[in-house]
């Protein structure tokens, strides 16, 4: 069974570490937040200029005034910064970022990715993505693993315009977590309930299969 985005959000966290200073864009990347382990001291960065994010607020903790890059009402935690956006890039840039997380359309076996424009469909930019891909070295995707139509996200090559190139090592989907390296997709671990078959059935460029792949654990 296909993970939710709430499960996404609670296989990413599995990867922060302990002292991270971590980005999260917008879409499923946001959800991390309520899921850092206990215990885990992790600085949740935000384009906008806040560091320090916390959990998405109850009806009774909102502020309105506190936003993240993805106009989400959201909490800060104890010595958190704010600070505006040209410094919160001046962090990005200058590689002080130690994890991004990133939502995609299209990631490729060389670690590409493709997530700011559709041809046909109205953009008014791609926002901080490009300047997130390349200031970070530790970049996950989390996606779903096709599009609506069937068609697969992760594939040979990229068709869609590009945000950065060779940047991206790990991808998170509905259905499986994946290592790209040496230029082809490594399976490492699938979605509970999910058969290894259908997904090879639904990643377009190649994927490596171990002899044997578990299931992803949440406890």
């Known amino acids: 069974m296909a993970l939710t985005r709430e499960q996404l959000a609670m296989r990413v966290a599995q990867e922060l570490k302990d002292g ?17 382990p206990e215990g885990m001291a992790v600085m949740l ?35 958190a910064a704010i600070f505006d956006s040209a410094q919160s890039f ?4 200058g590689g002080h970022v130690d994890l991004t997380v990133l939502g995609a359309f299209e990631v490729d076996v060389q670690g590409n990715i493709a997530s700011w424009m559709i041809p046909g469909k109205l953009v008014k930019g791609m926002g901080g993505a490009m ?55 490594h399976l490492l671990e699938r979605a509970p309930g999910v058969s290894v078959e259908e997904i090879i059935e639904k990643t377009a460029g190649e994927l490596v299969v171990p002899e044997h792949v578990p299931e992803m654990r949440f406890e």
Request: aromatic fraction near 4%; proline fraction near 5%.
């Open 45 to 79: 960065q935000s384009e906008n200029g806040l560091l320090g994010m916390g959990p998405f607020p109850t009806e009774e903790t909102v502020d309105p005034d506190m936003i993240n890059a993805g106009k989400q009402t959201v909490t800060a935690i104890p010595g």
């Open 131 to 185: 300047d997130l891909v390349a200031g970070a070295d530790n970049i996950i995707v989390t996606m779903t693993h096709a599009d609506r139509h069937g068609n697969s996200k992760l594939l040979s090559n990229c068709t869609l315009p590009l945000t950065g190139a060779n940047c991206i090592s790990k991808v998170v989907t509905d259905l499986a977590y994946i290592e790209i390296r040496d230029g082809r997709f």
């Open 20 to 36: 991270d200073y971590v980005n999260l864009g917008i879409g499923i990347p946001t959800l991390v937040a309520n899921y850092v």
């Open 90 to 93: 001046a962090m990005i840039r």
